[in-house]
């Protein structure tokens, strides 16, 4: 993912929270906020200080569509590892394999990079359908809390954790 992929990741992410959080986020955040706000924040992750680590990786077809993308916090937590902070396919295609590519190549990256820590990500208990799949993919989902605050409120949250990535990585 590089700095000119911003304004494709900010719509798809939009895209995204549209159809899989209504009701979960308010209906005016999701038409009226989160366009901007999702903007302002690719733009900043992606125009980031040269030092930053965090990286992401991002799915696209032959035109150049964005498909999906994930963003990737490495060594996040000392004892569940790295940290994946959002994953999203394009509504449209939703169901067609692309989550599972996305994971695999996030979790080879990682794998590539020397990384032996766990991978985790922290999915709204609301996102059932998330849940199912992180649990096809092998993910162990524990310890419920509230989250940080996420357009203007807690949620309660899952933690999925994989604690041997390269099953991840080889999963078919
Ligand atoms: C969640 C998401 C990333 C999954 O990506 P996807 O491309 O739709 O999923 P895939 O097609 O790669 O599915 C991979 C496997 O998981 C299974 N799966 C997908 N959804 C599932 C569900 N709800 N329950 C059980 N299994 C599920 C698929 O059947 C597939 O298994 P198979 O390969 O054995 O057939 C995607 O649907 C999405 O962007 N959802 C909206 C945003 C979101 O919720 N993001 C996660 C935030 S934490």
Not at 46 to 68: K, N
Request: net charge negative.
């Amino acid at each position: 993912m590089t700095p000119a992929d911003a304004d494709a990741v900010a719509a798809l992410h939009v895209a995204s929270w549209r159809g899989a959080y209504r009701g979960v986020f308010t209906d005016d955040y999701l038409d009226h906020q989160a366009e901007a706000e999702r903007r302002q924040a690719w733009h900043a992750r992606l125009h980031p200080p040269a030092l930053v680590a965090d990286w992401g990786v991002v799915a696209q077809d032959d035109t150049g569509r964005l498909l999906g993308f994930a963003w990737v916090v490495p060594d996040h937590d000392p004892t569940w590892g790295d940290y994946i902070d959002n994953l999203h396919v394009a509504p449209d295609l939703k169901g067609g394999g692309i989550g599972r590519r996305l994971m695999q190549a996030v979790a080879q990256r990682l794998l590539t990079s020397g990384s032996q820590r766990p991978l985790y990500l922290w999915v709204l208990d609301a996102n059932t359908a998330a849940r199912g799949f992180y649990e096809r993919l092998g993910a162990e989902v524990r310890d419920l809390q509230l989250s940080d605050p996420l357009a203007g409120r807690q949620h309660p949250v899952w933690r999925c954790v994989w604690r041997d990535p390269q099953r991840l990585a080889a999963h078919d």
